[in-house]
C-alpha cells in the first residue's frame, strides 16, 4: 500500500517532500503531469478530467490515499473526486485563514494560478476567514515555468518575482500566501522581494492531515519502507512502470 500524490507538474514536489518527512517509511508515488502542464490556463472541465485521469492511475498503482498536491486542481475537481474513487482523497487549498491571523497591516495577498483564484472553492475562502482583512490575489504564470524550467536563483527568476511581489510589499502587504505548489521552490527569491514579510505555505498542513488521513484508512509503513515511485504523464504509454527510487531521494 502506498500514498499517491499528483501535481501539473514539479510543483507538488514541495508537498512530496513534507509527506516525506511526516511519514518518512510509507511508499509514496508521484505523478507529475507534465504533458497538460500548467493547469492554471486550463478550462475547468479539462482540469477536472486530467485529476480524475492521474487519480485513477495511482490508484491503480496502489495508492490506497491520494494526494491532490496541487491547488488548482483541488479546486476543480476534489468533490469529483471523492465521489470517484474508493480511496480518500486529501486536497489543498491557499491559507487564507493563517495569513489573516498573522498579518499586521490588514493587507494580504494570494500568489496562485489564475484556476484556483477565479474557483468557487477561493471565493468561499475568502469569504469565511477574510473578514476585516484586505485579501489581494496574483496570478503568477511565469512563476510556474521558472519552477518547471528548473530556474530558481538566476537574475531573470529574481526579476519574474520581484515583479509580481514588490509592488505588493510597496503597498503594505506584509503577509503572502503560497496558493500554488510551484512556489515555496522560490520562497528566497519571494522573501527578498519582500523583506519582512511573514510567508505562508500549507504543505505541512496537508502532510498532517495525510499523515491523520493515512492512520485511519489503515495504510501503515511498509517493510522496507520509504520508496519513491516517481512518473510523468509524457512518459506513460499504456502500462510503464514509473522509476523507483530509494528514499530519501535527491529530488526530496
Given amino acids: 500500500m502506498s500514498i499517491g500524490l499528483f501535481d501539473s507538474g514539479l510543483g507538488g514536489i514541495s508537498v ?140 531573470r527568476a529574481a526579476a519574474v518575482v520581484a515583479g509580481y511581489v514588490a509592488p505588493l510589499a510597496a503597498d503594505g502587504v506584509d503577509t503572502l500566501v503560497l496558493g500554488c505548489t510551484h512556489f515555496p521552490p522560490l520562497r528566497g527569491l519571494i522573501a527578498a522581494a519582500a523583506p519582512g514579510a511573514t510567508i505562508i505555505d500549507t504543505g505541512l498542513a496537508v502532510a498532517a492531515q495525510t499523515a491523520r488521513v493515512a492512520a485511519v484508512a489503515g495504510v501503515g509503513p511498509n517493510t522496507p519502507g520509504g520508496r519513491i515511485a516517481f512518473s510523468n504523464s509524457r512518459l506513460l504509454v499504456g502500462l510503464i512502470m514509473p522509476h523507483i527510487l530509494p528514499g530519501p531521494s535527491s529530488w526530496l
Fill in 16 to 155: 512530496a517532500r513534507a509527506v516525506r518527512a511526516a511519514l518518512p517509511r510509507h511508499d509514496l508515488i508521484y505523478l507529475a503531469d507534465t504533458a497538460h502542464c500548467p493547469y492554471g490556463p486550463l478550462p475547468t472541465a479539462q482540469v477536472r478530467a486530467r485529476s480524475l485521469a492521474c487519480a485513477r492511475w495511482l490508484v491503480g498503482q496502489g495508492a490506497r490515499v491520494v494526494v491532490v498536491a496541487c491547488n488548482t486542481a483541488t479546486s476543480a475537481a476534489v468533490e469529483l473526486l471523492r465521489s470517484a474513487l474508493p480511496v480518500p482523497i486529501v486536497g489543498m487549498e491557499p491559507g487564507v485563514k493563517p495569513a489573516v491571523a498573522a498579518t499586521r497591516t490588514g493587507r494580504v495577498a494570494v500568489l496562485a494560478t489564475s484556476g484556483t483564484l477565479t474557483g468557487d472553492r477561493f471565493a468561499r475562502l475568502v469569504e469565511r476567514f477574510g473578514d476585516g482583512v484586505e485579501v489581494r490575489t496574483v496570478a503568477c504564470p511565469e512563476m510556474v515555468s521558472l519552477v518547471e524550467a528548473g530556474d530558481l536563483a538566476s537574475p
